[in-house]
């Protein structure tokens, strides 16, 4: 509650977070984030108008919001490198900028490069989203993986006290490793389950209940979500590679079990 606290007065202070991207996730983010901050977004598209008023958030040009203290990029990683170089015309001494996008190797070596010495900047993997956090954030983990400045200590700190996440402090790469398991896999089975629907929901176990759950929470993510996972992670490809392969695997040991006799113990 200290935190919390402080993050509040720092508010009164005019303590501004500008958030590049208003989709689900940058929209989630207000939501959460407004009493501590006054937030100012860029979001081309006119769509967003509607929740930003009632979300009490103010719509700008992204240069702009580009000069606010905190900057969270929310945008696609797909134009990740335009809009970085972007933010870094207009980002003052202090910033720290703070991307939430699902892969982090690209994105860290893509701000490292593009903007300047002078700021701070922290890679960051929210682990949930809009279908997930729809009855609250606290408890939930996020990823935070320092890439330039100390910032990253007083970030987690916020995180932990003010919004009650668990933080998980990693590199991009380690991070990448395990999320081409975790969110590869899970983007894939999922995709593939869909295709084969409509599943039931009359008969089912506890287990297909949670896959079915697992499914929903992922099946409704933006396009870019699932391409970035699978084509922008560097680990993504052997992962799948190998999930497919031991798939055919055990298609095989399945159809060589059926074309076996059973053998007949009796001798009849």
């Known amino acids: 509650m200290q935190r919390s606290r402080k993050m509040n007065n720092n508010r009164s202070q005019n303590a501004s977070l500008g958030i590049v991207g208003f989709g689900a ?4 983010a207000a939501l959460h984030l407004r009493q501590h901050f006054d937030i100012t977004a860029y979001d081309p598209s006119p769509d967003v108008a509607k929740v930003a008023k009632q979300l009490g958030v103010r719509l ?19 134009s990740l490198e335009q809009v970085v170089s972007e933010i870094a015309v207009a980002c003052k001494p202090g910033a720290l900028i703070v991307d939430v996008g699902s892969v982090k190797v690209v994105p860290s070596e893509i701000m490292r490069r593009l903007l300047p010495d002078h700021v701070d900047i922290v890679a960051s993997h929210p682990l949930f989203g ?26 987690a700190a916020f995180l932990r006290k003010a919004l009650g996440l668990t933080v998980i402090i990693t590199t991009p790469e380690d991070h990448d490793q395990e999320a081409a398991v975790v969110q590869g896999l899970t983007h894939l089975i999922a995709k593939v389950l869909l ?11 506890k287990s297909f209940d949670l896959l079915f759950e697992a499914i929903s929470m992922v099946q409704h993510d ?21 999930f497919f392969d031991l798939a055919a695997s055990l298609s095989v040991e399945l159809e060589t079990a059926l074309r076996t006799p059973p053998h007949n113990e009796t001798g009849l």
């Open 60 to 78: 700008s040009s992204l240069h702009s919001v580009s000069e606010a203290d905190v900057i969270l990029i929310a945008a696609p990683v797909s």
């Open 25 to 28: 996730f940058g929209q989630l």
């Open 130 to 155: 809009p279908q997930s956090a729809a009855a609250g954030i606290e408890g939930l983990k996020i990823a935070v993986c320092p890439i330039q400045g100390r910032r990253h200590s007083r970030l």
């Open 222 to 242: 933006a396009p870019e979500v699932f391409e970035a996972i699978e084509k922008t992670n560097p680990y993504a490809e052997t992962v799948r590679l190998r």
């Open 195 to 205: 295709r084969m629907g409509p599943l039931p929901t009359r008969m089912t176990t």
